[in-house]
């Protein structure tokens, strides 16, 4: 973990860590007993997922650095690659396969619903979502509710959008930098934008990560690509 949140760190495991930053805020009885049960018994009950992880994913190859650090803190590995692993055909045993590690939005539901949770919106595209949908999604962010969403990881890299490929939780709404408001269908392409976001073990603003800036609304919305909204988990 990092500051006490889920962390992929070197690994493609960010629909994983997205969702248990979820679980974690709203139960963290129910976060704290699924690692414990996977690191004692090598299985654990997760409201109605049975998560039973692979030999390969429980015996991970090439976990750690050549100076010997874990490339994904041992907390995380235990309860986010076993998450992935239980729901694919092939193992996921290394921080190296990113495709295994590829989580799709189905699969955000069916965690989420798994723990009791309703689904209230679910929508992915290949191609960046239109604006009036990144505003509503915008809209959905609130105590009641977890916004995870599907973004190229360049929104917080600094680098051109090239297609979905990393999940982030919205902890604030889309905010005009200059009115100091939400962004609405008023909100002119021009306007920078600024929002709270989950990712990599951090809770901050998008401005704060690598990107160090932020962005004009259109530019923004070229890297949205799809949301699960879900309510708070009871």
């Given at each position: 973990m990092f500051n006490n949140y889920p962390d992929q760190n070197e690994s493609s495991l960010c629909g994983p860590a997205?969702?248990?930053y979820a679980l974690l805020k709203d139960r963290p009885d129910l976060y704290s007993k699924y690692i414990k049960d996977l690191w004692n018994v090598?299985?654990?009950?997760l409201g109605s997922l049975e998560i039973t992880p692979s030999q390969g994913c429980r015996h991970p190859t090439n976990y750690t650095s050549s100076d010997g650090q874990t490339r994904v803190p041992a907390i995380d590995w235990i309860s986010m690659a076993s998450l992935r692993d239980d729901m694919n055909f092939f193992d996921y045993s290394s921080p190296d396969e990113e495709f295994s590690g590829i989580t799709m939005p189905s699969a955000i539901v069916e965690w989420a619903t798994?723990?009791?949770?309703?689904?209230?919106?679910?929508?992915?595209?290949?191609?960046?979502?239109?604006?009036?949908?990144?505003?509503?999604?915008?809209?959905?962010?609130?105590?009641?509710?977890?916004?995870?969403?599907?973004v190229n990881d360049g929104l917080l890299k600094g680098y051109p959008s090239k297609g979905p490929t990393h999940w982030i939780m919205w902890d604030s709404k889309i905010i005009s930098v200059s009115t100091e408001l939400p962004v609405d269908e008023n909100t002119p392409d021009t306007d920078l934008v600024d929002l709270s976001v989950f990712s990599w073990g951090e809770v901050k603003k998008m401005s704060s990560f690598r990107?160090?800036?932020?962005?004009?609304?259109?530019?923004?919305?070229?890297?949205i690509y799809g949301a699960v909204v879900f309510e708070k988990i009871r």
């Open positions: 997205t969702f248990l090598g299985k654990a009950i798994g723990v009791g949770s309703k689904i209230i919106f679910n929508n992915m595209s290949l191609g960046a979502l239109a604006k009036y949908m990144i505003i509503e999604i915008s809209n959905y962010v609130s105590s009641e509710n977890h916004v995870a969403v599907l990107i160090n800036r932020t962005r004009s609304f259109k530019e923004f919305c070229g890297y």
